[in-house]
């Protein structure tokens, strides 16, 4: 009876004190036009994946590049987009990862002519 009644509280704090998961982290997508850097935006940490697309453009396509930089370090480079070039008639897309990012405030900056679509998803 005394292991029983002891087990109930011991169970009673491990949940207690352990308390709930925090719920997946959402994808986020962040889109612009032309030459420019996002809106600040909060990542929990981990490893993501980054897929930038671009839509056709008239008329000779869209070239575009970009990187995704911590908000509070001045812009550096943390990782970068993959370079894509949509034509006239085809959209262009494509996926980068960034391993080891910390929790924190980041921005999205984008080198284009065009509109654009970056989805950053946690990738565990």
């Not at 080891?100 to 989805?119: E, L």
Request: with cysteine; net charge neutral; proline share 8%.
């Amino acid at each position: 009876m005394a292991f029983r009644r002891w087990l109930v509280c011991s169970l009673t704090v491990c949940v207690a004190a352990c308390g709930t998961p925090a719920p997946a982290e959402s994808p986020r997508s962040v889109s612009g036009a032309g030459s420019t850097t996002s809106a600040p935006f909060t990542l929990a940490g981990g490893t993501y994946s980054m897929l930038f697309a671009v839509p056709p453009e008239d008329p000779s396509g869209c070239f575009a590049s970009g990187w995704l930089a911590n908000s509070n370090a001045g812009g550096t480079a943390l990782a970068l987009l993959p370079v894509v070039n949509s034509s006239a008639t085809a959209p262009a897309s494509g996926t980068s990862y960034a391993d080891g990012v910390a929790a924190g405030s980041y921005v999205v900056s984008v080198d284009a002519v065009c509109t654009w679509t970056v989805t950053i998803s946690p990738s565990r």
